[in-house]
């Protein structure tokens, strides 16, 4: 039986600006960084997470996507079709401030939901993420 989730992966266009944007704005930290010939396995993850990995995978042909596919999932996700996910924590209100300031760009500012408060953000990609604190 499945006991947890290990990694999940976003699809990025640059790989080196989304390294900088999970890291040195979103505060993830590096976990992987290695090149493996032509393939770059690159993760990051929430300190309080160690077992968690966000791989930060190119969009680009290979044996398991054609190029005309890969072409396809670069304007979804320029275009914010594809979601990232949801971050969590807990301070909405400081940290939105903080990551504005570092050039994060918002699509939804703060707002109080049925379950606590969440924002929406979008990576440098075009990947869309909410941001909650929980009641």
């Keep these: 039986m499945i006991t ?9 266009l640059d790989q080196d600006r989304a390294k900088d944007f999970y890291c040195n704005k979103l505060g993830l930290e590096c976990r992987d960084d ?4 032509d393939f770059r396995w690159l ?4 300190k ?3 077992d968690v990995r966000i ?11 054609k190029e005309d596919h890969a072409a396809a999932l670069r304007k979804l996700v320029e275009a914010g079709a594809l979601g990232g996910g949801v971050l969590a924590t807990d301070n909405l209100r400081r940290d939105y401030e903080e990551l504005k300031a570092k050039g994060v760009e918002f699509a ?4 109080e939901e049925p379950y606590g408060f969440a924002a929406v953000f979008k990576d440098d990609s075009g990947n869309y993420f909410s941001f909650n604190e929980e009641r």
């Design 4 to 12: 947890k989730l290990t990694h999940t992966t976003v699809y990025v």
């Design 34 to 37: 290695a090149r493996m010939g």
């Design 43 to 46: 993760t990051v993850g929430p």
């Design 48 to 50: 309080t997470q160690p």
């Design 55 to 65: 791989v930060l995978m190119p969009i680009k042909a290979s044996p398991m996507l």
């Design 108 to 111: 939804k500012p703060p707002t």
